[in-house]
């Protein structure tokens, strides 16, 4: 709670939280569909627009994949850049509007704009569930990184962090002074630098590592020591994560069963391996969980928790 004189600010921001959610919860019905799986899969991280990939390829691509809910992350509101290119909010309402409960989205902004603490508060205000994908040029304990984190923390919602050597989310060996910062924001790691780091001997800058894993890296020690710090397999550095050491990766999965969550982040069209990595990634998960409830949770269960989809 905000400082006495900040009180009627605070009980703004809760009204503003609270609407907000219910907004969000509103778009949770069941999706059934002929021929959808028994079980149900969250894919917490896809783009639309993703390498100039139609809508119309994107609800195919999941749909064969099996995912019964997608989270889309925009690229904010002014075409931040998203390499590959990745639509802007209002592409990502336009979606989940058309198939309500099949996909919800986050909002998302350049994290140095002057505007982008209001920009976000908007796109949260509309109905999204989280803040992400945020993959800008900033250290990953910047004050800007820091002012769209107190977000979270007011709107009470997740926020996903891009990790790249030297580019994005920058010094990831300082990540824990944002972990610290703010305890009670759920932070989701992602990309290359944070796969990378599940190896104590990872050299920075080796974005897809080969080679047996070393336990004890960085993100390891994260998601061990900061109940707030979660992870999203997906995309081509998660897939690399699992494949480089399966062994590792299936005591990893027990050791985090609670933290891992599974996400595509591909571009691909059909869903389809072995061109498709969230294909082989979501076969490897099923393949490797060292149980069926570690398994349910890493593909339903955490992102249910952590969205708040009750």
């Given amino acids: 709670m905000r400082p006495s004189p900040q009180q009627p600010l605070a009980r703004r921001r809760d009204f503003i939280r609270h609407c907000a959610l219910v907004l969000a919860t509103a778009k949770w019905p069941a999706v059934v569909r002929a021929g959808a799986p028994a079980e149900p899969l969250i894919d917490v991280h896809q783009h639309v627009q993703y390498s100039g990939r139609t809508d119309e390829q994107l609800i195919a691509h999941q749909r064969v994949l099996g995912v019964t809910t997608s989270v889309l992350m925009p690229s904010g509101d002014r075409g931040a850049g998203h390499a590959g290119g990745s639509g802007e909010h ?34 949260l205000k509309r109905g999204a569930i989280g803040i992400g994908e945020q993959k800008f040029r900033v250290d990953c304990d910047a004050p800007e990184l820091w002012r769209i984190a107190e977000v979270a ?31 009670t924001v759920k932070f989701i790691g992602h990309a290359q630098e944070w796969w990378a780091n599940i190896d104590r001997k990872h050299v920075p800058g080796t974005n897809y590592p080969k080679g047996l894993v070393t336990p004890g890296g960085l993100t390891d020690r994260y998601l061990a020591d900061y109940p707030n710090c979660y992870a999203d397999v997906s995309a081509g550095s998660g897939n690399n994560a699992i ?22 982040d591909c571009s691909e069209p059909t869903g389809r391996g072995p061109a498709c990595f969230a294909a082989r990634t979501l076969e490897a998960i099923r393949r490797l969980a060292p149980t069926k409830e570690i398994e349910r949770k890493i593909l339903y269960g ?5 969205l708040k989809m009750e």
């Avoid at 955490?302 to 952590?306: E, H, S, T, V």
Wanted: hydrophobic share 40%; proline share 3%.
């Fill in 153 to 183: 923390r007011e709107f009470d919602v997740p926020m996903l962090l891009h990790f790249e050597h030297d580019r994005y989310n920058r010094h990831i060996e300082r990540f824990h002074r944002t972990l610290e910062k703010f305890p």
């Fill in 243 to 264: 494949v480089r050491d399966e062994d590792h990766y299936r005591e990893f999965m027990r050791r985090h069963a609670d933290k891992l969550m599974f996400g595509s």
């Fill in 90 to 123: 209002d592409a990502v309402v336009a979606l989940a509007r058309a198939h309500p409960g099949e996909f919800v989205y986050f909002s998302n902004e350049i994290t140095d704009r002057a505007d982008a603490v209001a920009s976000i508060e908007r796109q």
């Fill in 302 to 306: 955490n992102a249910k928790r952590l």
